[in-house]
């Protein structure tokens, strides 16, 4: 849950279960469409860019939200559109700064996929 939170740019949801004791160091893994893809241009141009994709595999949420705001900006995304992902990136960096998190694993696997 709190990876896709995380992804998603929910970062109510974030403090939430970081409040609760979710765990930020729990790899996750799992593919997740592009906001701006999906959301940018006349509808069916819409249609068509919807399978853009960014999968993760055994990273941890700081990881794939990283992942997902750096896809989201080679996408076009502009500031306003990341401001809830980068203030769930903000949380869960507090959290590891904290060392609740380990920040520098580097065992994420990314890669951008369109499918």
């Known amino acids: 849950a709190l990876c896709?939170?995380?992804?998603?740019?929910?970062p109510k949801v974030v403090a939430y279960l970081?409040?609760?004791g979710a765990d930020p160091t729990i790899p996750?893994?799992?593919r997740f469409r592009l906001y701006t893809q999906g959301n940018s241009g006349t509808r069916g141009e819409r249609n068509?860019?919807?399978?853009?994709?960014?999968?993760c595999n055994h990273a941890t949420p700081l990881e794939f939200a990283r992942?997902?705001?750096q896809a989201e900006t080679q996408a076009g995304a502009s500031p306003r559109d990341l401001k809830g992902l980068n203030q769930s990136i903000e949380q869960?960096?507090?959290?590891s700064a904290a060392g609740t998190a380990d920040a520098t694993s580097?065992?994420?696997d990314t890669k951008l996929k369109a499918t």
């Open 4 to 10: 896709v939170a995380a992804v998603r740019g929910l």
């Open 18 to 20: 970081l409040s609760c």
């Open 28 to 30: 996750s893994s799992g």
């Open 48 to 55: 068509r860019k919807t399978n853009v994709s960014l999968r």
């Open 67 to 69: 992942a997902m705001r």
């Open 92 to 95: 869960l960096e507090r959290c």
């Open 106 to 108: 580097a065992a994420a």
